[in-house]
């Protein structure tokens, strides 16, 4: 039987509100707006001695050019650019033109504006330190741009990020909530950093961040640090259910924390770990016989599902049986919850979806670069 919420619906996983694509994709266009306006102000100020015969400034700031659309990893981004005016008279004396070296003036993508920059941003944020996501913006060393606007820059970003983190939850309520944690590979280190997400819908059936910080995916300890800081500034009320991979250290700390809150596993990545474990060429009918219990009508026709499984592949596959059967009840929890709801509430993609374009682009990156290296000397 279906259990009662207060939620009105819940949004598509991959729809345009999703609360960390927004972030990545809002806090990069305002990290480039921000930068653009600095560099011609740093242009005019180098200007700044050149005057007009009556005494003016010849150099000034000229408002903005209209708005452009540039692409990144995650959609496009809507800036505008800094224009900067000449005022000497025209033929009297050489025009001083301003060329951005960030956004060239007919670009609609530069190498430092590709899919790096929304993940640059959210590890600024997640880190507060922004040095990488300039040097990227900027190139080495940041020619156009002083140390003290740089450091300003990085001050401001940071006063923001303070700010949210330290944001007042006692008004919100949340349902459901998804938790992951997303690797930031922005330059494809051998260790990068994970991020911990924490994404919530509201009884509106609005999709919010509701906390992230750096830590490690399968500590207990990172996990229990992130729920008992949103837990402390007033987060009161447990979720119904908590979604997620079963790797996670996240289940240990939610217990602790919101101990009445139920487990969701994650059935994508659940598929996968059942999956590999037999060979190749079993896994297309195993995947299609897995379908059949998480797309059943009713959790009693899911639960037939799961035995059915066991009898068919126990014997043989006695691996990937117990790897299901271990989670029977936490993969089945969402059978409890409004049918219409089920399709959000099996896997952790609302967090997941975001990134798949970043680390497609990544791994491709790295593969040409591996091809590269082995690439014999002709």
Request: aromatic share 8%.
């Amino acid at each position: 039987m279906s259990r009662d919420t207060t939620v009105i619906r819940l949004r598509q996983p991959d729809a345009i509100d999703d609360p960390l694509t927004e972030l990545a994709r809002e806090g990069a266009r305002r990290m480039l707006a921000t930068v653009l306006v600095a560099e011609a102000d740093a242009f005019v100020a180098m200007w700044k001695d050149v005057k007009l015969p009556d005494g003016r400034d010849r150099v000034v700031r000229h408002g903005h050019g209209p708005e452009r659309t540039i692409q990144t990893g995650i959609g496009p981004v809507a800036v505008r650019r800094a224009k900067v005016r000449d005022r000497g008279k025209v033929g009297a004396m050489e025009k001083i033109r301003f060329t951005s070296s960030i956004l060239p003036k007919w670009a609609r993508r530069t190498k430092s504006l590709d899919a790096l920059l929304p993940i640059l941003y959210l590890r600024g944020i997640s880190t507060g330190d922004f040095q990488e996501a300039l040097s990227a913006l900027l190139g080495k060393d940041a020619p156009n741009l002083s140390p003290a606007v740089i450091s300003r820059l990085t001050a401001e970003w940071q006063t923001e990020y303070d700010a949210w983190q330290k944001r007042d939850l006692s008004a919100r309520r949340y349902v459901y909530v998804w938790a992951d944690g997303v690797y930031l590979q922005a330059r494809m280190e051998a260790n990068a950093e994970c991020m911990l997400v924490l994404i919530g819908a509201t009884p509106e059936g609005r999709k919010e961040l509701v906390g992230f910080q750096t830590g490690v995916r399968e500590s207990a300890q990172s996990w229990r640090e992130l729920l008992v800081d949103v837990k402390r500034r007033g987060l009161a009320i447990a979720p119904d259910l908590a979604i997620g991979d079963g790797a996670l250290g996240f289940w240990k700390a939610i217990d602790e924390v919101f101990p009445v809150t139920r487990h969701q596993r994650c059935w994508v990545h659940k598929i996968a770990n059942v999956l590999n474990k037999v060979a190749r060429s079993v896994q297309v009918n195993m995947k299609a016989d897995l379908r059949e219990i998480y797309g059943a009508p009713t959790r009693a026709a899911a639960e037939v599902a799961i035995d059915v499984f066991a009898d068919k592949y126990g014997a043989k596959y006695d691996k990937a049986v117990a790897c299901l059967t271990m989670d029977r009840e936490a993969l089945l929890a969402f059978f409890d919850f409004p049918a219409e709801h089920w399709d959000h509430l099996r896997t952790s993609n609302p967090i997941e979806s975001v990134f798949a374009t970043v680390r497609h682009r990544t791994v491709r990156t790295k593969e040409r670069k591996d091809r590269c290296r082995k690439k014999p000397p002709g």
